[in-house]
């Protein structure tokens, strides 16, 4: 069975300024994800049903911002925690 991987257009802008050693982090957290999305925390209230995955990217923490079901996983945003869920809500 093959899972799907979309990429909504924040997470794009947001992946497109990265540096290359901080996309290699990333990719190791998109495919923890991929592997077991129940890795990252369910939000609550307004993002109810979003799940986000905490990770170390170049001595920083970063946030991957997710949705999921059996076959599909669709990649929200991923940063720094600074406004990160604020900017998540619009």
């Given at each position: 069975?093959?899972?799907?991987?979309?990429?909504k257009?924040?997470?794009?802008?947001?992946?497109?300024k990265?540096?290359?050693?901080?996309?290699?982090?990333?990719?190791?957290?998109?495919?923890?994800?991929?592997?077991?999305?129940?890795?990252?925390?369910e939000k609550?209230?307004d993002?109810?049903?979003?799940?986000?995955y905490?990770?170390?990217?170049?001595?920083?923490?970063?946030?991957?911002a997710?949705?999921?079901?059996?076959?599909?996983?669709?990649?929200?945003?991923?940063?720094?925690?600074?406004?990160f869920?604020?900017?998540?809500?619009?």
């Amino acid at each position: 069975m093959s899972i799907s991987l979309e990429q909504k257009p924040a997470f794009k802008r947001a992946y497109k300024k990265l540096h290359a050693n901080q996309r290699n982090a990333i990719h190791a957290a998109i495919r923890v994800v991929l592997a077991d999305p129940t890795m990252g925390q369910e939000k609550k209230g307004d993002l109810s049903g979003v799940f986000v995955y905490k990770f170390d990217c170049v001595g920083q923490q970063f946030l991957l911002a997710y949705q999921w079901n059996e076959i599909k996983r669709v990649l929200l945003a991923v940063g720094p925690h600074e406004n990160f869920y604020g900017d998540l809500k619009r």
